[in-house]
């Protein structure tokens, strides 16, 4: 589907963004469920590696004092420290991240556009969450990443969007915030075919 004009010019960023990664969206969840995660607990072994090196790229991001002022519990927000436990569960060396996304400067529209890709991640991770049962993992063992965050998964992301519709950004950084929105999407996308390589 592509998104309309009408769609785009939405007035809240949170659905522009919703509209414009439907597509990138789509493309991922096909390729997440073409390496089937759930036929062993060494294919879903390697989805947490993925995630973990997706959430290792936005770890200063989460951990950012201007991000963490608009949204409080921005920190406790972050998943690589839940993912890198799942890996230890498993018994799966960390990988080894590179610094090509962590190194960046971002301004705050685009830094809560890559933030939007994750947080957004948590949405479909309940449907991956109750598969993960299958495995027998849970948020105590192997499929930490994927539990319900505090608060519930709803709230979270509504205090999130929130905040991401209420900040000011000029035309400049509404396009560096999609584009940051499409480029996670494929960072994760670059992380998925190297985790199942
Ligand atoms: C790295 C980014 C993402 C990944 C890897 C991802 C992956 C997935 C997967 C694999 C599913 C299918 C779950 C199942 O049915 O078994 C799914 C569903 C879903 N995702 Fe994502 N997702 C990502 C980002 C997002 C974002 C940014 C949003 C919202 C803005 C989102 C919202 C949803 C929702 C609501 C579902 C439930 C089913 C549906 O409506 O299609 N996801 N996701």
Redesign the pocket.
């Known amino acids: 589907m592509t998104a309309s004009h009408a769609q785009l010019s939405h007035p809240l960023r ?1 659905q522009r ?2 509209q414009l ?1 439907h597509q990138p ?1 789509d493309r ?2 096909a390729l ?2 073409s390496h089937e995660p759930f036929a062993s607990r060494e294919n879903f072994a390697r989805f947490v590696t993925a995630q973990y090196l ?1 959430q290792y790229d936005l770890q200063n991001l989460y951990n950012d004092p201007r991000l963490a002022q608009l949204v409080d519990d921005l920190p406790a927000r972050c998943r690589v420290e839940a993912a890198r436990l799942d890996l230890v569960d498993f018994g799966v060396p960390l990988p080894e991240g590179d610094e090509s996304i962590r190194g960046r400067t971002l301004g705050v529209g685009a830094a809560l556009a890559w933030i ?6 948590k ?6 969450f109750k ?1 993960a049962a299958a495995l027998q993992l849970d948020e105590t063992f192997g499929a930490r990443h994927l539990a319900e965050p505090a608060g519930g998964r709803a709230q979270g992301w509504k205090r999130f969007v929130k905040v991401l519709d209420g900040i000011e950004l000029d035309a400049e950084q509404e396009r560096e915030a999609e584009a940051a ?1 499409i480029e ?2 494929e960072r ?1 996308a670059v992380h998925l075919e190297r985790c199942f390589a």
Do not use: C, Y
Not at 116 to 121: A, M
Not at 123 to 128: C, N, S, V
């Open positions: 949170s963004l919703n990664t969206h991922l969840e997440v469920k997706f939007f890709v994750s947080e957004g991640s949405l479909g991770a309940e449907f991956l598969k929105a996670a999407f994760f």
